[in-house]
């Protein structure tokens, strides 16, 4: 059976079943806050119980690393969205130990893309568009730093709101346990 199949197969038993119900809640974040995250399948169920979050407590923003790359991104337009049109009023930046996107190689995943059939022809047209492989697939030598950059775009960014704290941590993606990076109250205080 594919992945397609099961999943629809489940789909239809969990409607039927209205095993939805436990799940209702509406759009807008019940403590109010946004949450940039990174990916990682370790944290999908272990991320929000470490945080004492229930469904519809918290608008979660995932991509790799939990790396803002630019800052008219799809990432920060959905933390501008969090905070404007659906009332979070802090945010959050949680990286993980073990992340994939420490000291990521990008002349190796290059080499992955190439293996799986993208042509030298889109890689070379890419890099004269101005679409550098080392800059858009750059990593972080540490997840501390990926979290502190992330951090930095936010506050610094033209629409986010002076007074919206925003804080870093770290978690451990076996344990759970949490790693306060930057104090988003501290910071708007010695602002």
Known sequence: MSIVSEIM??????????????YLTDKFPEKKVAILTCMDTRLVELLPKALNLRNGDAKFIKNAGAILTQPFGSAMRSILIAI???????VLVIGHHGCGMTQLDSGSLVEKFKANGISDVVLSTLENSGIRMDRFL?????PEDGVKHSIEMIRKHPLIPTYIPVHGFLIHPETGHLELICDGYKELKDA
């Open 138 to 142: 750059r990593g972080f030598d540490k």
């Open 9 to 22: 197969k489940h789909n239809k038993e969990f409607v039927e079943q209205k095993k939805y119900e436990q």
């Open 84 to 90: 404007h049109e659906m009332g979070a009023k802090e």
